[in-house]
């Protein structure tokens, strides 16, 4: 268990002794003994980043006194969709992973060493030492540990039908969400359909990838039924729908190759290219829109992080107690001065994740250049900023992400508290996805055509011949910086070529290794491109 799970802001005195008695001590312990030894405490539950769980717990119970009743199993929602964020606050989740192992960004930051897991898989230097997976598996299995406890108390808790089918829909879900990222991030992993007593732990071993992908497949077609086709934006703004399943299934079928399913997904949540569809999504008339602070769960989200600043985090010695988006504050150009006021007026962070020259350039003349692109470099050379120049820097940063001044929420440390939310699944996202699944399954290359048109003629751009190279050029400059590209890359199989320049190694670097501490004392082995035998 982590240091986050039992220190937020809410939690009362005796989750502070239990963290200094039990967790601080089995900080080094592998994720599923802390799991299966301190999950009981419910008191984590506050712990969210959604806007729309505001839960303050009144106490700690223990988890066999606990899910009594309709409130209580809400609070075990609350904790399953707390781990979406990632577990590490943000400095390292599955969306700074990504931009950091592409080849449209470097880590960046402010040194060789800055945030250091980062930098080993930017240059791709990793090992099972050393790397982003240690906290990508605990997020992962944390929030599966989560979901299944859930899962379990569901059928007994007295409440309404219809509120449970919904809960225990939204919990598989969310437990298919977190298995997804880990079959993709480390291939071989143990496969947990249920709560495991500790004796058991000991015994677990990895389940063959198409065991874990059929039980994702399953779950998400459970919480298909039972989700709701929408929620209301204003008070639930984030739960998850029918149409962010079928999305996320879709996604699932295209990492295997299975094109037709895909589409057939894809088809149900896109809709009408260019129109509104059966759950209401449709492109922003505006691209620029899409990265308006204020402008959330708007009809393009399907499924987003949420955000919020009403933590008010100011403790450094909690990182993960913030709520806000780290990304924001990361992405920022250090130590920048507005030196003219004809100048943009950016936050100043810490220069992470600059965009490539590779990126800058194949960019030029796309009109969403300058919604993504801060050029940066040349504000200084015109003589209206100044900025200090990060490790590896190139002038240019992530235009969507970087905040204004005026994004400055009052109160607390102004690092942590942004709210801006991450879209994890957005509508121009499965547009092209549909159109890659109609293309490689030989399916309605009309309707693939019409998709890949809506993308473009939102930002003004004329109709160019459907195919895969138009697809994965369209995908680059309508997503960049959003965290796609290096799982596009290695779906395609692009990855060697496109990342040899930062050290990528075919074979080996498309999946990460197994965190040392999971071996430990466990059957668990270490995958063989990382010198092991799984």
Known sequence: ???????????????????????????????????????????????????????????????????????????????????????????????????????????????ATDVNNLQVLSNYTLDPATGPQGELWDRGFSGVFRANILISKLPDIPMSDDLKKRYMAESKFL????????????????????????????QVVQADPSEVYSFIIQDLKDAIEDLPPSVPVETEGGRATEGAARALLGKVYLQLEDYTLAAEQFIKVNGEPGGTSQFGYSLLPNFNDLWDFDNKQNSESIFSVNHTDK??????????????????????????????????????????????????????????????????????????????KGYQNTGFFIKKFIPLQSDVNEGGNVFGNFDQNIYDIRL??????????????????????????AVRARVELPSVAVAMEAIKTERRMELAGEGHRWFDLVRWGDAEQALAFKGFVASRNEILPIPLLELENTLLEQNTEYGGTQ
């Open 1 to 111: 268990m982590k240091y986050q799970d039992t220190n937020k802001r809410t939690i009362n005195s005796y989750s502070d002794r239990l963290y200094s008695n039990i967790i601080k001590p089995m900080q080094h312990s592998n994720i599923i003994l802390k799991y299966l030894l301190v999950f009981a405490l419910i008191s984590l539950l506050n712990a969210c980043k959604k806007d729309w769980l505001e839960v303050t717990p009144k106490g700690t119970e223990l988890e066999e006194n606990y899910y009594q009743n309709a409130d209580e199993a809400f609070a075990g929602l609350v904790a399953i969709y707390d781990q979406v964020g990632g577990t590490s606050g943000g400095y390292i989740n599955k969306f700074t992973v990504a931009l950091s192992g592409s080849d449209d960004h470097f880590a960046g930051g402010g040194g």
């Open 175 to 202: 437990r298919a969400y977190f298995y997804f990222d880990l079959v993709r991030f480390f291939e071989n992993i143990p496969l947990f359909k249920e709560p495991i007593s500790a004796s058991e732990m000991y």
């Open 428 to 453: 121009a996202d499965t547009y092209l996805m549909e159109a890659e699944a109609l293309v490689l399954s030989g399916g309605d290359l009309g309707r693939a055509q019409a998709l890949l048109d």
């Open 311 to 388: 933590a008010q985090w100011d403790n450094w010695g909690c990182i993960p107690c913030s709520e806000g988006n780290w990304i924001n504050t990361m992405c920022a150009p250090r130590n920048y001065n507005r030196v003219d006021t004809t100048a943009p007026d950016y936050f100043s962070g810490w220069s992470f994740f600059v965009i490539t020259n590779q990126l800058e350039n194949a960019m030029q003349g796309d009109p969403r250049y300058e919604f993504t692109v801060a050029d940066v470099q040349v504000l200084e050379d015109e003589g209206l900023i100044t900025y200090e």
